[in-house]
């Protein structure tokens, strides 16, 4: 079925006519495997509202082998990191395994990934299909030889997982008679889904969620409101989103015009937030509580311009002495721009009354680390060439 609007979407969602949601794997590295991160986890009370959670065994354990790959290289990164503290400061006690020990649990890398997805299944109350026995043989290659999606032109046998994948989501749907909301950014995928009539594809699973969510029409004006160019939302929010800023982890990359160069980015400071359109916000989750009061987690995309404070030691090989003879540093603040999603908690009160309030609970942003590049530095600055009489 083609690609369809939030509108014609939110209609068969009303109308019962979808009744359950699925990821693609590519969704789960976006949110970095973060399994209890806010998106990732919302899946979890979809059960509430009769909505099911399904997952492809081949994506499964793809996400499977994607969470054994990073905990693995982080736990590998730990080791090292470890060792080089422990040497510089000469510790005997504790033991590299011993504080390796205190951060895995005295898991292995396996051990904790097998754990840590099996409660994430358990939690979300996620349905894996057996795509083996959803699908046979002859639909997969009769798609392979006559180039139908997901297969294409280009290198086919790297296709194969998609097309079990998406192929036993297609026999589930059939199954089970409802249609399915498909969350990826593959484009395979979304070619799959342009012919399929059961599988309707969205790019963002905030999208999607909050589509599933159909917040009430009451709701949703107040958030528009209290949001917009007149409303309070942007000001309380924006303590709350520059406290986040400095919360984040720059790396800096750059090239020292001569000899070499170590840098290290300070926290990043807000400097200015653009906001976007209502409709682009979304809510992923809604919970009332026994007081009347309504709980609302919103998916904010947002470009934030960041000041990040960046302190550059130069450093030159003396190869006599075989040793390095520093050249002095000096401070830069680039400003970047960020696109990312804010998740912010909010509590309302009396909705729609006389004395509706806002406030804000709590605010996070859908990412960790980022990456400054300087591109090629001076080792000295135009000043220092030409001082000031």
């Known amino acids: 079925m083609p690609i369809i609007e939030d509108i014609e979407l939110s209609k068969l969602l ?52 994607h969470l054994e790959r990073s905990t693995t290289d982080a736990f590998r990164a730990a080791r090292k990191a470890i060792g080089v503290a422990l040497g510089a400061f000469e510790i005997q006690t504790p033991t590299r395994d011993d504080i390796l020990g205190l951060i895995s649990g005295g898991q292995t890398p396996t051990e904790a990934v097998e754990n840590r997805f099996r409660d994430y299944l358990s939690s979300t109350n996620c349905e894996v299909l057996d795509d083996a026995t959803l699908v046979d043989t002859a639909t997969i290659f009769n798609a392979y030889f006559k180039g139908e999606p997901p297969f294409g032109t280009g290198a086919k046998k790297s296709e194969f997982p998609d097309a079990l994948a998406l192929n036993a989501l297609e026999r589930a749907a059939e199954q089970r008679g409802k249609g ?61 989103l520059a406290r986040a800023v400095e919360r984040l982890e720059f790396f800096v990359n750059g090239n020292a015009s001569s000899g070499e160069m170590e840098a290290h980015a300070w926290a990043g400071e807000l400097q200015e937030t653009i906001w976007p359109e209502a409709e682009e916000v979304d809510l992923i989750e809604i919970e009332r509580s026994h007081e009347g009061h309504v709980f609302v987690t919103l998916s904010i995309p947002l470009s934030l311009v ?9 450093s030159i090989w003396d190869s006599i002495d075989r040793e390095s003879v520093g050249m ?29 309030m806002f406030e804000v609970l709590e605010c996070e942003l859908d990412g960790t680390y980022f990456e400054v590049d300087l591109g090629d530095i001076d080792v000295f600055e135009r000043e220092d060439y030409n001082p000031p009489d």
Do not use: M
């Open 328 to 356: 002095g540093g000096r401070s830069v603040e680039p400003e970047e721009e960020l696109e990312i999603r804010a998740t912010v908690n909010i509590a309302v009160r009396d909705l729609g009354g006389e004395d509706e």
């Open 14 to 65: 009303a109308e019962g006519q979808i009744n359950a949601i699925s990821v693609d794997t590519n969704i789960f590295d976006e949110k970095g495997l973060q399994l209890n991160g806010t998106a990732l986890h919302a899946v979890s009370r979809l059960a509430a509202l009769h909505f099911d959670f399904l997952l492809s065994g081949t994506v499964a354990e793809e996400i499977r082998r």
């Open 180 to 240: 399915i909301i498909v969350v990826s950014k593959d484009g395979d995928w979304q070619a799959f889904c342009d012919r399929s009539t059961r599988l309707y594809l969205v790019t963002d699973i905030e999208r999607a969620l909050s589509l599933i969510n159909d917040p009430p029409v009451v709701l949703r004006a107040a958030l528009s409101r209290w949001l917009g160019e007149d409303g309070e939302g942007r000001e309380e929010i924006s303590p709350h």
């Open 306 to 314: 960041v000041k990040v404070p960046i302190e550059i030691e130069f």
